[in-house]
């Protein structure tokens, strides 16, 4: 690729942010252009539900690199301004009336939050949690003694719930199954989280739908399906994101849940290619394509893929399915995906204060959490990987060493 390229990344957030990285770090001497819809730089978002709304502090804390870094390493930013459309043809990009020409476009794009659609959800004090701006606000609402009602019973909606708890508010969680955090963990997992929530002192509403948002010019209760009201000073929504996939869908690439890449980050069109949450990539681990929603994947692929569009030996990019989540003081690691297994082995028992649970399909591990017991994670990740045939027994037993029989 000549040093008189021109790259343009549509989206400037951490996937987008990494991946402009990963090309100067590649020797890429040509042009790279970073446009973002926010008016911030590309930030790290799991402090917005966490750190951010606890610990306090400006943007600053959450940047990948301060403004210097991108003037140094001549990466230019247009900020504030999405792109609006793709012309294949052309090579050019629509933003704000003006066309801007590409020799090579990577979409980091990303997601937005997914609404709930019912009466009253336009009133002040329904918030949703995805920007920088956002947590902001819900942070400057969550003074002591304030009544929070957090819709969502998964990752986003906990961390929060247990934000707003060391901030001395009265939390309330809302969610519409009969479990916590039901697509990521087994029902074992959800109840153990739904316990410790209530023993910090957060309502837990299991099997609770939102029927309407209640108030006289301003959130004043949450309204459940069979008439129960809930008082509330700020509610905050987190029930999933959307892929923003529509501009590449308008200009004709392939989209199925997202924007269709290979193991490579390409897409259809050879000048372009996409990472982060927009991004369905095959899955080598799982054999199918999977668009992941995760820091790490945001981290990692951005980086791959920017790596693989300026160099002539592209490497595929393969996730280890690993997320995590902080609420109060546990630490939950997740490593594979739970959601085709036919039995559960424990190591360790929840009522203690770390453990570990393994998901076996056909006598093969194929994915584990820990609870405060993140030192054993890189471990259980090879057990995983390798789709181990471990005993329950040996799984079970916190005396048998895993590192030794994965080298065995």
């Not at 009253?120 to 995805?130: F, I, K, M, Q, S």
């Not at 980050?265 to 095959?282: E, K, L, S, Y």
């Not at 259980?380 to 005396?399: C, F, K, N, T």
Request: glycine share 12%; aromatic share 6%.
């Amino acid at each position: 690729m000549s040093g008189s390229d021109s790259i343009v990344i549509a989206g400037a957030a951490q996937a987008g942010g990494r991946a402009a990285q990963a090309m100067r770090g590649a020797g890429f001497e040509g042009r790279i252009l970073l446009i973002g819809e926010e008016t911030w730089l590309p930030y790290e978002r799991p402090p917005l539900s966490k750190a951010l709304i606890v610990e306090g502090g400006g943007h600053e804390t959450v940047h990948l690199h301060d403004p210097d870094y991108y003037e140094s390493h001549r990466i230019e930013t247009l900020l504030g301004a999405p792109v609006e459309s793709i012309d294949l043809a052309a090579r050019t990009v629509r933003v704000d009336g003006g066309d801007i020409a590409y020799d090579r476009l990577l979409l980091t794009t990303g997601a937005r939050v997914r609404r709930l659609p019912v009466p009253g959800a336009d009133l002040p004090g329904v918030h949703y949690l995805r920007t920088l701006d956002d947590s902001f606000a819900i942070r400057d609402s969550l003074v002591p003694g304030a009544r929070v009602a957090v819709v969502g019973g998964g990752f986003i909606g906990l961390e929060i719930a247990a934000s707003a708890r060391k901030r001395g508010c009265a939390v309330t969680v809302i969610e519409a199954t009969d479990r916590l955090m039901g697509r990521a963990v087994a029902p074992e997992i959800g109840n153990w989280f739904a316990e410790m929530h209530r023993a910090k002192g957060v309502d837990i509403r299991l099997g609770a739908g939102v029927e309407r948002f209640g108030g006289e010019g301003k959130l004043e209760h949450v309204a459940l399906v069979g008439g129960e009201e809930i008082p509330c000073d700020l509610a905050i929504v987190g029930i999933g994101i959307i892929p923003n996939s529509e501009i590449a869908l308008e200009a004709g690439l392939e989209v199925e849940n997202g924007i269709v890449v290979d193991a490579f980050g390409r897409t259809g069109d050879p000048h372009i290619w996409a990472a982060g949450d927009v991004a369905n990539q095959p899955n080598a681990l799982l054999g199918r394509n999977l668009r992941l929603e995760s820091y790490e994947n945001a981290q990692t692929q951005g980086t791959a893929v920017g790596g693989n569009m300026v160099s002539d030996e592209a490497k595929a990019h393969e996730d280890r399915l690993w997320v995590w989540s902080d609420q109060f003081d546990v630490n939950l690691q997740m490593i594979g995906l739970a959601d085709d297994y036919d039995r559960i082995v424990h190591r360790g028992e929840p009522t203690e204060e770390s453990f570990a649970v393994f998901y076996l399909a056909s006598g093969k591990v194929v994915a584990a959490n820990t609870i405060n017991l993140g030192r054993e994670m890189r471990t259980i990740e090879r057990v995983v990987a390798a789709r181990a045939e471990l005993s329950p027994e040996q799984l079970a037993d916190p005396s048998v060493n895993l590192r030794k029989l994965m080298r065995a």
